[in-house]
T-cell receptor
Framework: KQEVTQIPAALSVPEGENLVLNCSFT??????LQWFRQDPGKGLTSLLL?????REQTSGRLNASLDKSSGRSTLYIAASQPGDSATYLC?????????FGAGTILRVKS | GAGVSQTPSNKVTEKGKYVELRCDPI?????LYWYRQSLGQGPEFLIY????????DSGLPNDRFFAVRPEGSVSTLKIQRTERGDSAVYLC????????????FGPGTRLTVL
């Protein structure tokens, strides 16, 4: 069974800190991996997509790495801001189907 | 429109009733997906369309659930004889094609079965 685990489940940090969100997946036969953010009561916003042949992808203050063989991805957020507060979801793709973890709830305090 | 849209945003129904949830994908996107999200969990895959056909419906929980996409654009998720356990947020996503799969999600429909 394809399972995704995200650690930590919740994180509270002061504004300005750099932080790391971890994602592990049991089946390494992925096509791609997407990171999303979800604000309370809202849909998902795509942050980054890493192709299975790539090692990392960057967008602004966000950097995502992928180690497909070990079943791990990391989302790095630089200089965190209160507006970054949300739930972050990791989703490897298996044949057009995304499999999601339960997410990391991030709170950035001003 | 610019993004994926879903209607209604909220639906309250009684146990045993029939409901339809609608999804309008991003214009030009050929692939469309339905997911279901329960409180405190990540979304779970239900069904994937490539064009008009359901390419993968392995996530549909039982035969009370059915989805169509007759013209390869708008999709409707249909739930018969609703049960309280069907209460969840139903999310729709679309992607440009099956070979480039960045999925873009709509705001969801919150279904409550009383």
């Amino acid at each position: 069974k394809q399972e995704v685990t995200q650690i930590p489940a919740a994180l509270s940090v002061p504004e300005g800190e750099n932080l790391v969100l971890n994602c592990s997946f049991t089946d390494s036969a992925i096509y791609n991996l997407q990171w999303f953010r979800q604000d309370p009561g809202k849909g998902l916003t795509s942050l980054l997509l890493i192709q299975s042949s790539q090692r990392e992808q960057t967008s602004g203050r966000l950097n995502a790495s992928l180690d497909k063989s070990s079943g791990r991805s990391t989302l790095y957020i630089a200089a965190s801001q209160p507006g970054d507060s949300a739930t972050y979801l990791c989703a490897p793709e298996y044949g057009n189907k995304l499999v999601f973890g339960a997410g990391t709830i991030l709170r950035v305090k001003s | 429109g610019a993004g994926v849209s879903q209607t209604p945003s909220n639906k309250v129904t009684e146990k045993g009733k029939y409901v339809e949830l609608r999804c309008d994908p991003i214009s030009g996107h050929t692939a469309l997906y339905w997911y279901r999200q329960s409180l405190g969990q990540g979304p779970e895959f239900l069904i994937y369309f490539q064009g008009t056909g359901a390419a993968d419906d392995s996530g549909l929980p039982n035969d009370r659930f059915f989805a169509v996409r007759p013209e390869g654009s708008v999709s409707t998720l249909k739930i018969q004889r609703t049960e309280r356990g069907d209460s969840a947020v139903y999310l729709c996503a679309s992607s440009l094609s099956s070979s480039y799969n960045e999925q873009f999600f709509g705001p969801g429909t919150r279904l409550t079965v009383l």
